[in-house]
């Protein structure tokens, strides 16, 4: 059989961990992380990473495996991403890739693009700019230089903000013009699963899952982190609005009504990035797990 990597996707709260670990124990085989915020060992409770429980049932890769204060990004995980796959591949036919972070998983699925270096200076202005302008001013930049990009990357993400920025004004020409759209080869297919369900519902969950991660100790994890908030893997939905709140710019109950309203924008950006891909297989999110794995067994013969 060739080997086979199947990739669960779908917006935040949708139960894409507790699939990919049914079917993970279903094909005797281990699970890969293409989620960013997940991989930073002090970011447990804001993440949603797996329980002990669920990281104990199967073995999990990039979890935990990097420090806030280090430098990784989706370069470097692509690159690790492959290594690790061609372990695993040695030891099992089907690999379970479990995402929400759309960019991660074409990394590893379809490969990077292929940008030309721009002076360092550059991003080092933009990150200044940042801190003195706020993220508005460069998303303005952005919509004036690269429209198509204002429109289709994450704009509220300053690490994927400043990097098209950075390309639009070192080269003079936008940074969608150097988007190919031409897969790379891998030495593995790729079955694509998505979860879904009515939207409101998504939002519900989000909204349930917000107030958990309330429950669970998610302000004493933001007020621990509080000396690292200018990290970029801090600059992210769930910790920002606790950070504003600490430094007592909002009042708790405008920055837990923040945390869901980002995170609800955050699954609609997630769901069109996802419906990109025709030959994802879509079920809904309470679907019989017996039928998912029907559908897969049919796909892989």
Partial sequence: MDKVLLSIVGPTAIGKTRLS????QYFK???IS??????FKEMQIGTAAPTAEELAAVPHHFIHHKSIIENYNVGAFEKDALSCLGDLFKKHDVVIMLGGSGLYVDAVTKGLDDFPDVDPKIRET???RLKTDGLEFLQKQLKEKDPKSYKNIAIDNPHR???ALEICIGTGKPYSSFLQNKNKERPFKTLSIGLTADRQLIYDRINKRVDTMMDEGLLDEVKGLEKYKTENALNTVGYKELFLYLKGEWDLETA???IKKNSRRFAKRQLTWFKKNEATLWFNYDADPEQIIGRIEQELS
């Avoid at 293409?34 to 991989?39: I, P, T």
């Fill in 21 to 24: 670990i049914l079917l993970a």
């Fill in 126 to 128: 933009l990150n200044k």
């Fill in 161 to 163: 903000l400043i990097r």
């Fill in 29 to 31: 085989t281990e699970i």
């Fill in 256 to 258: 837990v009504s923040e």
């Fill in 34 to 39: 293409a989620d960013s915020r997940q991989f």
